[in-house]
Nanobody, 121 residues
Framework: QVQLIESGGGLVQAGGSLRLSCAASGRTLSSYAMGWFRQAPGSEREFVAAVNRDGIVMAYAASVKGRFAISRDNAKNTVYLQMNSLKAEDTALYYC??????????????WGQGTQVTVSS
């Protein structure tokens, strides 16, 4: 079992930055690929970014590429999402997930409760 807890969300003006963290307890995160997903009100959950088990390979949704950066510190059992140049359309509840290397939410076995990001225009 893996428990995931996200933090770092909040209210920020458009153009600003936030850094989300996802801390894990239970099994070591190095056993899993990690992903960030988001869900805005009235919308389906969508893929944001993923990083493979050793932190070398990353993937991003087209909407965030060049603005967001995913990273992980397996020694700290933590995954990060650095979000720069935020836009109003980035407003959503952000989830981290642990599981297989994929942009599909179905590949991820463990999920956090989410942290809210609100970008004011």
């Amino acid at each position: 079992q893996v428990q995931l807890i996200e933090s770092g969300g909040g209210l920020v003006q458009a153009g600003g930055s936030l850094r989300l963290s996802c801390a894990a307890s239970g099994r070591t995160l190095s056993s899993y690929a990690m992903g960030w997903f988001r869900q805005a009100p009235g919308s389906e959950r969508e893929f944001v970014a993923a990083v493979n088990r050793d932190g070398i390979v990353m993937a991003y949704a087209a909407s965030v590429k060049g603005r967001f950066a995913i990273s992980r510190d397996n020694a700290k059992n933590t995954v990060y999402l650095q979000m720069n140049s935020l836009k109003a359309e980035d407003t959503a509840l952000y989830y981290c997930a642990a599981g297989g290397w994929s942009s599909s939410s179905e590949a991820y076995e463990y999920w956090g409760q989410g942290t809210q990001v609100t970008v004011s225009s």
